[in-house]
């Protein structure tokens, strides 16, 4: 199958545009209570409401909000639980960042046209790239949504349990091939993908990854890369993530080198110094 091979310098939501033209950060906010970072969590209107003025102040361009935690062995709620945690959060975001483009952390297309309905245009991102739901794709495309198509196997009880490539970057590159066709053929305008560090994949097999990450540049689509405070990181240092800030630069600077678009990250500040640097740097070699 072929794709087009065609560098996307904007990507609409709504009435906003984000521009592609320098790395963009996009901060996490978590309506659980299991997310595998504690300080990501956030579960009450003041909670909530702290953590998206921090993050304005320091400088982030999308903010990231999941009702449903994707950490292996986390607690499976319903799609009505879901959108009751995401509506309390949302309600917070618009009223106190309303023009702060958004990112919603789901698999489930329901949940999608719920929020879209109260809550208008997002950014869909989506760990199973519609494979959890097949209805998913012709939904973001029938509300003009964003679609953030991430790649992982089996489902996030099931990914860490001995996963197995014969070709780690042919695999995942074959993935991303058929998930951009059927996304445009089924007229999704704006793609945005992602390797899915942490998801299906071993700590070695992680690093592999982040080293070849330019390989994914071929299809001139945004690419977001996840590796804020994730287990490849500090079950190499053997620490926890809550110790894990140096680690996600270092490792956040390795992306930047190698073509990531987008940082989905814990700490905002951190990873919007990491992107000036960058740019510093690659500005001076032009």
Known sequence: MQIENKKTAEI?????????????VMGIINFTPDSFYSQSRAVTDIQISEKIE???AEGVDIIDVGAYSSRPG??????DEEIVRLQQGLKILKKTAPDIPVSIDTFRANVVEKIFD???????????????????????????LPYIAMHMKGNPRTMQINPVYDDLIGEITEYFVEKINRLRNAGVKDII?????GFAKTVEQNYNLLAD????????????????RKSMLYKLLNTTPENALNATTAAN???LMNGADILRVHDVRAAVETVEIIEKLKNKNN
């Open 193 to 197: 993908i992602d390797p899915g560090f």
């Open 74 to 79: 986390a607690e499976d709620i319903s799609a």
């Open 213 to 228: 990450l330019k390989n994914f540049k071929k299809f001139g689509l945004p690419l977001l890369v996840g590796l804020s």
């Open 253 to 255: 600077a390795v992306a």
């Open 54 to 56: 921090n993050m304005i």
């Open 118 to 144: 109260r809550f208008g245009h997002f950014i869909v991102n989506d760990i199973s790239a519609g494979e959890l739901d097949d209805k998913m794709f012709n939904v973001a495309a029938k509300l003009n």
């Open 12 to 24: 609409a939501c709504g009435n906003s545009k984000l521009s592609m033209q320098r790395p963009l």
